[in-house]
């Protein structure tokens, strides 16, 4: 596609139940990131996917956090048994080389209840 | 996570001043961007910098990467009303195969018409 794609772009849930973000990349973009925001706050780094292995996944905030990449493209987070304080943007980005800058899509907003 | 010191917090400027913005790290980063965010969007990259000492500008955006390679400035020159947003840098870290970007806390931006 021609830009970043995340769904769904909002998402309410219920605390204790687990959710599932998706991101598709632009077409091409081996290198995969994801990142939180929580209101009016910076962006938290989460994790990063170069082709569909995860090099850097320190930002996982819990074990309660997993994230995956299939056919170099499309992008699965995981929250299991979502808590109050996952509520933020999960924002989504790619790039073409992990050096250049990436772009971002929309966001899911989760919150949860 | 960890996150660079980005000042000011929040201005407010006169629609056709001049505004500034900065960045500071205690890491050297080996590349700086600048992003805009509107409300309900994700950052939109503005300036890549990839050189110390190197000042690139983007039509009435001009940014610059600190020679000690721990800083960028971004200058908006005669602001506009579609200025307003929050502008972030970020900086890319090279250690150990981690290509991830470190994001400022952001400037929030508002123009006074």
């Known amino acids: 596609g021609a830009g970043v794609s995340q769904s769904p772009s909002n998402k309410v849930t219920e605390k204790g139940k687990d959710v599932e973000l998706r991101c598709d990349p632009i077409?091409?973009?081996?290198?995969l990131y994801w990142y939180r925001q929580r209101l009016g706050q910076g962006l938290e780094f989460l994790i990063y996917?170069?082709?569909?292995?995860?090099?850097?996944k320190s930002g996982l905030p819990s074990d309660r956090f997993s994230a995956e990449r299939t056919g170099e493209s499309v992008s699965t987070l995981t929250i299991q048994r979502t808590q109050q304080e996952d509520s933020a943007v999960y924002l989504c980005?790619?790039?073409?080389?992990?050096?250049?800058?990436?772009?971002f899509g929309s966001g899911t907003r989760l919150t949860v209840v | 996570g960890q996150q660079l010191n980005q000042s000011p917090q929040s201005m407010f400027i006169q629609e056709g001043e001049d505004v500034s913005m900065n960045c500071t790290s205690s890491?050297?980063?080996?590349?700086w961007l600048w992003y805009k965010q509107d409300p309900g969007e994700g950052p939109v990259l503005l300036i890549a910098?990839?050189?110390?000492?190197e000042l690139t500008s983007n039509g009435r955006l001009t940014a610059q990467f600190g020679i000690t390679r721990k800083d960028s400035f971004l200058n908006i020159s005669a602001s506009i009303p579609s200025d307003v947003g929050i502008y972030f840098c970020?900086?890319?870290?090279?250690?150990?195969?981690?290509?991830?970007?470190?994001f400022g806390t952001g400037t929030r931006l508002k123009v006074l018409a």
């Open positions: 980005a790619s790039s073409h080389r992990a050096t250049y800058g990436y772009t």
């Open positions: 077409s091409g973009h081996t290198a």
């Open positions: 996917f170069q082709g569909n292995s995860a090099p850097d």
């Open positions: 890491s050297i980063f080996n590349t």
């Open positions: 910098l990839y050189k110390a000492g």
């Open positions: 970020a900086g890319q870290e090279n250690t150990s195969g981690t290509y991830k970007y470190i």
